[in-house]
């Protein structure tokens, strides 16, 4: 049985200190920032963007420490930032979502919470903010990383076979000073692998094919 990251921290720590210790990392994860911009032409967040999410001046706005989403997942109780919100848990979809008078978009009922982000969302965005690509994560993906939004949109997760039962590929991206990505694509250790895959930011790739992959086996 795969134990959460809360259960293995007790498994180590002094159960009479082990709730000043989580609560002093929940303060920590409540400073960081919830956005990077590399070289002014990339994105990075752990959702995406988001009804509330126009400009990059949004997401500099953010005030901290801010407090993430508790049990209700009620955003007027509990006074979350809807910046924050969607930043966190929105999810990109290459499916019509045209409910949004300006960037189609559509409530998140998957998670019950955030925004379904399609492509003029992100061409609207991109175009404002003169950016070329959003690197996100948040979704587990079978490869480890993913292109949607006719490749402006990079889903990366780092976590191979997530939780112990997804089987999953795992996935790091390394960004040159050209804004060429490189993409090594880790295989749940069973499958003795690595993938490396080459991914060019600027301008984006129109679709998977663009993409460059080559094999490496760990022996």
């Not at 209700?72 to 979809?93: F, G, R, Y």
């Not at 404002?128 to 690509?133: A, Q, T």
């Not at 997760?157 to 999953?168: D, E, I, K, M």
Request: proline residues 5%.
């Amino acid at each position: 049985m795969v134990k959460s990251g809360r259960a293995r921290l007790m498994s180590v720590v002094d159960p009479d200190k082990f709730g000043k210790l989580y609560d002093s990392i929940q303060r920590v994860f409540e400073m960081m920032p919830v956005g990077a911009l590399i070289a002014s032409k990339i994105l990075v967040v752990h959702g995406g963007i988001g009804q509330n999410v126009w400009e990059i001046s949004d997401i500099e706005a953010v005030k901290r420490p801010f407090k993430p989403l508790g049990a209700t997942m009620n955003l007027a109780s509990e006074k979350i930032d809807p910046v924050a919100v969607d930043l966190l848990w929105s999810d990109p979809t290459d499916e019509e979502v045209g409910l949004h008078p300006h960037a189609m978009e559509s409530f998140n009922a998957k998670r019950g919470v955030g925004t379904k982000f399609g492509i003029e969302a992100v061409e609207n965005f991109c175009r404002v903010n003169d950016v070329e690509l959003i690197i996100r994560a948040h979704e587990c993906v079978k490869s480890g990383w993913k292109l949607s939004c006719q490749g402006r949109v990079v889903t990366v997760f780092s976590a191979p076979n997530y939780c112990g039962t997804h089987n999953n590929a795992g996935a790091m991206l390394e960004i040159n000073r050209d804004l060429h990505i490189h993409c090594k694509k880790v295989l749940p250790r069973s499958s003795k692998g690595v993938w490396l895959n080459d991914v060019d930011a600027t301008p984006p790739p129109s679709d998977a094919s663009s993409v460059s992959s080559t094999e490496e086996q760990w022996m």
